[in-house]
């Protein structure tokens, strides 16, 4: 079986801060994880995967994150947070069960908000 | 290229009416899918397309929901009759190919209301 848990329900960071969002999977094989943001009343955006290579991986908008095979984790950090990333964040993975199809199982999103 | 786009943004409808929400996927993508997102069960999969053949429908919650896509550019999904339970965000996606790597892109969305 598959998931992804999202620990936190709500993050707030104050702006120029480190901010980080975190993420943990449990999948059979080889995971795809991705990582998508949504801006309230607006769809779900494509910030950035992991497949495979690098475990850092840098993506849209200054984030990046973190691939941590020991911890089956993928946390979304950003080094300096603006008021402009407030918003819903979903980790994502690949939905194994379904072979041949790019199905993705999301978590429950995180809400961040950067105060001024 | 112009994304997703959904129409209609934003749906009033009363209860045991038909509802149709439509879906435009990005030029050239394979695949298409339906998510549904309400508070409760947060998003989920209801059905995804490949090349217009409708692949996995297990995720349509019941008979009142149907799909389909008769061409490359263009996806139905339709709930008749609505019931206030369906009240929540649809969303529509689009990838290129199968590839297990490959994005998906989403539409801005169609927030349905069923009173």
């Known amino acids: 079986a598959q998931s992804v848990a999202q620990p936190e329900d709500q993050v707030n960071v104050a702006e120029g801060n480190p901010l980080t969002v975190k993420c943990t999977y449990s999948?059979?094989?080889?995971?795809?994880l991705f990582w998508y943001v949504q801006y309230p009343n607006r769809g779900l955006q494509f910030l950035l995967k992991?497949?495979?290579?690098?475990?850092l991986v840098k993506g849209s908008y200054g984030f990046e994150a973190e691939f941590n095979k020991s911890q089956t984790s993928f946390h979304l950090k950003k080094p300096s947070a603006l008021v402009s990333d407030s918003a819903l964040y979903f980790c994502?993975?690949?939905?194994?069960?379904?072979?041949?199809?790019?199905?993705?199982?999301f978590g429950t999103g995180t809400r961040l908000t950067v105060i001024p | 290229d112009a994304g997703v786009i959904q129409s209609p943004r934003h749906e009033v409808t009363e209860m045991g009416q038909e509802v149709t929400l439509r879906c435009k996927p990005i030029?050239?993508?394979?695949?298409l899918f339906w998510y549904r997102q309400t508070m409760m069960r947060g998003l989920e999969l209801l059905i995804y397309?490949?090349?217009?053949?409708?692949?996995?429908d297990s995720g349509m919650p019941e008979d009142r929901f149907s799909a389909k896509m008769p061409n490359a550019s263009f996806s139905t999904l339709k709930i008749q009759p609505s019931e206030p339970r369906d009240s929540a965000v649809y969303f529509c996606?689009?990838?290129?190919?199968?590839?297990?790597?490959?994005?998906?892109?989403f539409g801005p969305g169609t927030r349905l209301t069923v009173l």
């Open positions: 996606a689009s990838s290129l190919t199968q590839s297990s790597t490959d994005t998906q892109y």
């Open positions: 999948v059979s094989g080889n995971p795809y």
């Open positions: 992991y497949i495979t290579g690098d475990n």
């Open positions: 994502a993975v690949r939905d194994m069960i379904r072979a041949g199809a790019n199905n993705l199982f």
């Open positions: 030029s050239g993508h394979d695949y």
């Open positions: 397309f490949n090349n217009n053949v409708p692949i996995d």
